[in-house]
């Protein structure tokens, strides 16, 4: 049962949800309140807080009218030298700061759980992040505990490691401020105002007092439960001495990037240094940003811009520089347990990225070709220049400016190639790169465009299974990329002009040389790249790459394929102007060669439709090795979903006439017309036969004026390819259909015949001049009837191209184009007509498809189809085949 709680009583406050407080007398609220109000932590943050306000006001005192430019010419001016020796004392500063890491394992008692190479790196990790950030105990501590945990390390003895370390640090710098202020105790003088017996006798009370601390090394102190062994002589020996490589090779790194007018001695500066770092930690700021620079600039004599600038130096070279590498090597240590599912990743990633590789590096060769040509217009900056005049002769530095120009020229044309993906292209990208990363270093130290060059050859040739494709380096360089390559020495050029200052253009020669001479090092360049690239046009203008050879299929064996295959079409492997690819089970591809254009003619002839598939893959693959696009022309709607799985985008190219002998008829009102043909053709004299393939070769002299005849009508050469061309060897191989007048043929068509004989196809279909009306009317109906009467099923009529192509605003770009064409292009070809003839024996219209792998390049391949079909350019003129008609007599 629960009571109410009684009221309070006087002098005491009500809290809520709580039990009543007992009565507290006001003085001790008062010393409770004190207390609280001056704890160590709360006086640490205040003080912090009062030292940061008063290094702000002081610096910017002491940095007014300091500007940024003055600033930034000073970080340009630091020597090389001088960054390298900072660098190289930085490292040894951090293996100082290794060392008191392994020290305070073993303080701590945890050296036999604790590898010395697990402490060293977890110390320069720990000790890097702790310079960065600040709050040592916490950022250190942190890493300590995640790393030192994984070994098997309790809290305890962790946070242990982690104290040991820091009073280590701060002994070392006391070793070092108490050693360096014996050796100069005047530099006191102008941070705290002290005399020189002042700074001797701290000095000695520092060095006494850490000589007391190795006198009672080894001895257990103790506090209450807790208990703290002090380190040993041999320990705190190392420590000191440790403390001072530390500190000490810290100062000599600043030391080194000090400004030429600083003039001080390393021995008088070391307790500067000391007193710097003191003043960062006490601040309590990241990487005691502030403190640190205040001390420095007060007490060290020189121009502010270029105490700054060498501050600058000093933070990236001791600081950002490991901070990188500590978070690099964290987030390595971090990610080694995972591994295993790590090495997953790659096969999961690359397959996506891996089509990405030749476009991201294409763009990156070239946008490193636009640098090297930009920064090779640029002024040489005046360290830089007095370096290489020290080391390198100057007819290697002059020639290596021009040399890379030259090869930034040379990048931005080969970019083309590695977009393509071509093995040429990526060997020229890795020489020219090669050449790049030496020459940059030569011509004028400019080791940015030389990392770049050598990062792009690490990436070129980690993605090196990417480029497989076959050709030369050149021969995809398209006009727009030479006009990009030419913008490109253009933008240079106007940069360099730019830049250069007021030149009198006119009194600099471009055979001027001299280390400090720019502006004629500026016009050779530009001229080596503008003649590199006219050479580049003048060879392209005149090289013609030589055609290769087609391939010599084997004969009986194309033969036999096409006996067995259900499509008549496959008889245009018979023709001889194509190429063969054969595959398994004795099935091929028969294809053709125009620029980068692969052009296969129809579907596969295969046996299976694995065998088809397997042939799409492997001429995807030739034309891939060959630095060439496949392309498949006219393929049936059926046999889309082969070329869908193989990554091929699709276009209409018109429909094809099938006519169903089942359902024609010559009974009937609705053949009238048909019997009105055959009636017109026997009062005028034309008989029809069908001659077999064995009695053709007699016939061919009588068939040869007839085409002769239709050959002279059209403007161009006889077409090839997608249809057969006069050649005697390949028509009598097929049966004709022979239309006579008087005895004498007038009129012949090619007849295709597919396995079994169940459909056929027209092929050449050709007629003589002055013929009576109505001749080709009547050789279509007679022929429809004569098949239809040895069990034929179905004849081809052929293609009405651009025929069914939609005209809808929203449909493909190249569908509205053939459309117009289509309807608008009786002057070059009469389609709309040719459709309208075959249209009178009431056929079934099958689309016909072109199947390329670029949606875009659909203008390109049809060109190329264009010129392989009219077999040259030549060809390409001509009309329409359309047999004349009553219609076209009476016009």
Known sequence: MRYPAAPPADGETECPNRPALRRVPPYARALVRLRRLVHPRRLAAVAALLLGCAVTVLLVDMLEGVAAKDVATAVRATRLADLLAGVAATAGSYAALMGFEWLAVRQAGAGAVVAPRLAAFTGFISWSFTFVLGFGVVTGGAVRLRRYGRAGLSAGETLAVTLFGTAFFWLGIAALAGVSLLAAPSVLRPVLGLPVPAGIAIGLAVTMALAAWLALGGRTLRAGARSVTLPGAGTGLAVILLGIADTGLAALGLWCVLPAGADMPFLAFLPIFAMATVAGVVSHAPGGVGAFEAVILISVPGEPSALLASLLVFRLVYYVGPFALGAL???????????????????????????????????AVFALGVLLLVSGALPSEGWRMSGLERLLPLALVEASHVVASVAGAALLIVASGLRRRMRASW????????????????????YEEAAASLTLIGLLVLARGAFDRGGRPLQTVTPRRVAGVAGAIALSVAVGIALQGDHDWYRVHWWDFAFHSDAPRFLRASVGASVALGLFVLWRAIHHPVARAAEMPDGTRIAEAVAASPDPFANLALLGDKRVLS??????????????????????????????????WRFRELAHRAGGAPAFYQVNAASLPLYVEAGFSFAKLGEEAVVDLGGFSLEGAR??????????????????????????????????????????????????????????????????????????????????????????????????????????????????????????????LGMAPLSGLADHRLAPTWSRVGATVYRRGGAFYNFSGLREFKAKFRPDWRPRYLACTDSRSIARVMLDATLIISRGPRGLTGGSAIPETDEDTAA
């Open 583 to 616: 595959g398994a089970g004795g099935g091929f591809i028969m294809y053709q060669v125009q620029g980068r254009t692969f052009l296969a003619m129809g579907d596969p002839v295969a046996p299976t439709r694995e065998a088809a598939i397997d042939l799409v």
């Open 671 to 796: 053949a009238t017309r048909y019997r009105q043909m055959l009636s017109r053709a026997g009062r005028a004299g034309l008989t029809f036969e069908i001659v077999p393939a064995a009695a053709v070769p007699p016939l061919l002299p009588a068939l040869k004026p007839v085409s002769d005849a239709w050959v002279a009508r059209q403007s161009g050469r006889e077409k090839g390819f997608s249809l057969g061309f006069w050649d005697a060897a390949y028509l009598a191989r097929f049966d004709h259909a022979v239309v006579r007048w008087d005895g004498r043929p007038v009129a012949f068509a090619t007849l295709w015949s597919s396995a079994g004989g169940v459909e056929m196809a027209i092929d050449l279909m050709r007629y003589g001049d002055a013929l009576p009306g109505g001749t080709m009317d009547f050789l279509f109906v007679a022929l429809i009837d004569a098949l239809k009467t040895r069990g034929v099923a179905r004849l081809s």
């Open 329 to 363: 090597g964290f987030a390595a240590a971090e990610l080694a347990p995972q591994r295993h599912r790590l090495s997953v990743l790659p096969h999961l990633v690359l397959p996506a990225f891996a089509p990405l590789a030749p476009v991201v590096l294409s763009a």
């Open 427 to 446: 060997t020229a990208a890795l020489v020219l790169l090669s050449a790049a990363a030496v020459f940059t270093l030569a011509r004028g130290f400019d």
